[in-house]
């Protein structure tokens, strides 16, 4: 069993960094996932501090989380005006993308 403890310090070191990286993008403009990604490497394969083997189970939950904080905090950047004026034309694109979609389907079953 993990020692509370080393939860505990796990998880106020992942908080630090957080913070840390939310100061470093104020400063510099650079996304806080290009900062997080350079300190995941860093203390991954670069000094060893973390095994790959016993995150490899979690690594899909790890990949479907970080999609979804990218998606949910650059839908909270998005205008609402923005997303109207360009709302338009990307439903036609859908529309007819869908559209070559079903008949490139239908000619590979008449074909």
Do not use: H, N, W
Not at 36 to 60: A, D, H, K, N, Y
Not at 97 to 111: D, F, I, N, V, W
């Amino acid at each position: 069993m993990v020692d509370a403890s080393l939860v505990f310090a796990v998880v106020a070191g992942i908080i630090i960094i957080g913070f840390t990286g939310e100061l470093f993008f104020k400063k510099t403009g650079i996304p806080i996932y290009i900062f997080l990604i350079l300190v995941g490497i860093i203390i991954g394969p670069i000094f060893g501090i973390f095994s790959r083997e016993p995150l490899l189970p979690v690594l899909g939950l790890f990949a479907e989380l970080t999609l979804l904080m990218v998606l949910f905090y650059g839908g909270i950047g998005m205008r609402f005006d923005a997303v109207l004026k360009g709302g338009g034309r990307a439903f036609i694109q859908v529309q007819f993308l869908e559209q070559q979609k079903s008949r490139k389907s239908l000619t590979g079953l008449y074909a």
